[in-house]
Antibody, heavy 117, light 106 residues
């Protein structure tokens, strides 16, 4: 069964950094398109970033220059490095498989990031 | 950027009702549209992709239609498990979601 398990969330002060991880099972991260999607408390869904199987990356304007998506093929794990965090980055962060860079068919359970002093 | 607008924001309904949610795109997205169901504290679940293709394992009471800028998600006979929030998402240019429609008990 395909499974995605996120980790790394927590409480962080504004301006701080955090790295989220997403461990995948039953499929190969590097052979797929993988995304991060976030959801602020009580709000809707917002796409954050995507990495293509060829390594091409894209970011939402709201995080461009501050967040970096990457993967470790040996660990079959996706990452999101988040720097210069702001209060408005507070959200549950989901990783999701994104077939052909289209929709999101498998999602992790999410990890909560809270940016507050 | 492509904006996605769903209506209504809240939809009171009863078990057995047929319900329809509308999603409008700010420009044509062909059929590059997906629908998701999300329950509180859970990750979204893919229901429909390519506007009308039913994801494997999703009950046939869910259906999608539309192309261009106007799309609909229909639940033919609402079941207790269907009370949730529904989101549309376009993938024609980047990826954007609608604001959500909460289907609640009338």
């Amino acid at each position: 069964e395909v499974q995605l398990v996120e980790s790394g969330g927590g409480l962080i002060q504004p301006g701080g950094s955090l790295r989220l991880s997403c461990a995948a099972s039953e499929f190969t991260v590097s052979n797929n398109y993988m995304s991060w999607v976030r959801q602020a408390p009580g709000k809707g869904l917002e796409w954050v970033s995507i990495i293509y199987s060829d390594g091409t990356t894209y970011y939402a304007d709201s995080v461009k220059g501050r967040f970096t998506i990457s993967r470790d093929n040996s660990k079959n794990t996706l990452y999101l490095q988040m720097n210069s965090l702001r209060a408005e980055d507070t959200a549950v962060y989901y990783c999701a498989r994104t077939p052909a860079a289209h929709y999101f068919d498998y999602w992790g359970q999410g990890t909560l990031v809270t940016v507050s002093s | 950027d492509i904006q996605m607008t769903q209506s209504p924001s809240t939809l009171p309904a009863s078990v057995g009702d047929g319900v329809t949610i509308t999603c409008r795109a700010s420009q044509s997205i062909s059929t590059y549209l997906a629908w998701y169901q999300q329950k509180p504290g859970k990750a979204p679940k893919l229901l429909i992709y390519k506007a009308s293709s039913l994801e494997s394992g999703v009950p046939s009471r869910f259906s999608g239609s539309g192309s261009g800028t106007e799309f609909t998600l229909t639940i033919s006979s609402l079941q207790p498990d269907d009370f949730a929030t529904y989101y549309c998402q376009q993938y024609n240019i980047y990826w954007t979601f609608g604001q959500g429609t909460k289907v609640e008990i009338k």
